[in-house]
């Protein structure tokens, strides 16, 4: 239907209402794995209306020789950056906590990720650190070993991530990798839907991120808990696909999502 002035009504299709940004769901947490200024740029022109996040992976930032320059530009689109937990795994290894904390403040690092996934941390010890930063950043916490022989019962997934919750950390992560082949995933790739359903049975899913690198993934995520789901590890050229995938623009799901035919959680 055209409006007053003659153009084309931007949501002609009636697609599914997604929350602006700031958004507390629905985010999609994106992967850098070490971007320049002008790949930024790019897709902050292109998609930055659908990046909510990003994520300078695992240890990344640390050697990242323009690494104030790209955290000015991040910030100059609104959008908070976290570095990965493998690096606060690293930190805490070396006994570094108050350099680390220093370090993140120099950069003025708003988010923070606390996780375990490759070093084992105690877990009141584990607790008491996303507590304490908490209380000067925004925590988010990881579960789930990066190790993809390691599996653990669904109720270990529920225990852990509850906790983590009432320890203050804002979202809590489930580890996929960035290949999606360990934590809620099997070695082969395989999604444990099993253990999915179970976490989210007892969980609010909005309080989780699900780390989803594969379409496969992002789509089986979508058609089960509807746009609003926060998936993680996405890669910059994904976060348009991605888009599709929540607003029913793409075959995996066009049928649950534009055409009503509803989600299964």
């Not at 989780?208 to 992002?218: D, G, H, R």
Request: proline share 5%; net charge negative; with cysteine.
């Amino acid at each position: 239907m055209p409006v007053s002035n003659g153009e084309p009504h931007p949501n002609f299709l009636d697609l599914p209402a997604r929350s602006p940004k700031p958004r507390e769901s629905g985010l999609t947490h994106v992967m850098d794995k070490g971007l320049n200024i002008r790949e930024i740029e790019g897709l902050f022109d292109t998609a930055g209306e659908y990046v909510d996040i990003v994520k300078l992976g695992w240890g990344t930032s640390y050697v990242t020789n323009n690494l104030e320059k790209k955290i000015a530009l991040y910030r100059s689109f609104d959008t908070p950056i976290v570095c990965g937990g493998t690096l606060f795994e690293a930190v805490y290894a070396r006994g570094k906590l108050d350099g680390f904390k220093s370090w993140l403040e120099h950069y003025r690092f708003s988010h923070v990720e606390i996780s375990d996934g490759t070093l084992e941390i105690p877990r009141e010890r584990k607790l008491e650190l996303i507590a304490e930063f908490g209380r000067d950043f925004t925590v988010l916490s990881e579960v789930g070993s990066k190790d993809s022989d390691v599996v653990y019962a669904p109720y270990q997934w529920v225990e852990w991530i509850k906790e983590e919750l009432e320890a203050g950390a804002w979202k809590v992560i489930t580890e996929a990798r960035e290949g999606g082949t360990a934590g809620v995933f099997r070695k082969d790739g395989e999604m444990r839907t099993g253990l999915i359903d179970e976490i989210a049975h007892s969980i609010d899913f909005h309080d989780l991120i699900f780390e989803a690198p594969a379409k496969s993934a992002q789509a089986w995520f979508v058609k089960q808990f509807g746009p609003e789901v926060n998936l993680g590890n996405i890669a910059p050229e994904e976060v348009i696909p991605l888009e599709t995938l929540r607003l029913g623009l793409r075959g995996d799901t066009l049928k649950e999502i534009l055409l009503g035919g509803g989600v299964t959680a």
